[in-house]
């Protein structure tokens, strides 16, 4: 279950997270001091433990994300390389508006001057 498994990127992507978990609490608590107020230490300690756990939780789930598309960007390689190509005897019909332009699309806006 554990396999495959990169915690060095999904720490990283973690500690991102978390770092901007703490620079709001930070910007309410200065921009709005009676409902975000961090004066005490025990608001500060909380919201601290608060982020360790966060932490750990976000790099699980980063972890578990990334292997899946990994597996994902993986499997859709096999099946790509999987599929038979072209023959290389066969080319396909020349049409007759290879190289024209689109005879399906206006040109007056071209035309127009600005």
Do not use: C, H
């Not at 999904?10 to 978990?21: D, L, P, T």
């Amino acid at each position: 279950m554990f396999e495959g498994l990169n915690w060095k990127a999904a720490a990283r992507r973690s500690a991102i997270v978390i770092g901007i978990y703490i620079a709001l609490f930070y910007f309410l608590s200065v921009a709005f001091p009676k409902t975000f107020g961090l004066g005490d230490s025990g608001q500060v300690t909380s919201l601290l433990i608060n982020a360790v756990i966060f932490f750990f939780v976000f790099t699980f789930v980063y972890a578990f994300v990334e292997r899946n598309k990994q597996r994902r960007m993986e499997q859709l390689k096999k099946k790509q390389s999987d599929k038979p190509g072209r023959p290389e005897g066969e080319s396909e019909a020349p049409s007759a508006l290879r190289g024209r332009p689109n005879p399906n699309t206006s040109r007056r806006k071209t035309r127009r001057k600005r």
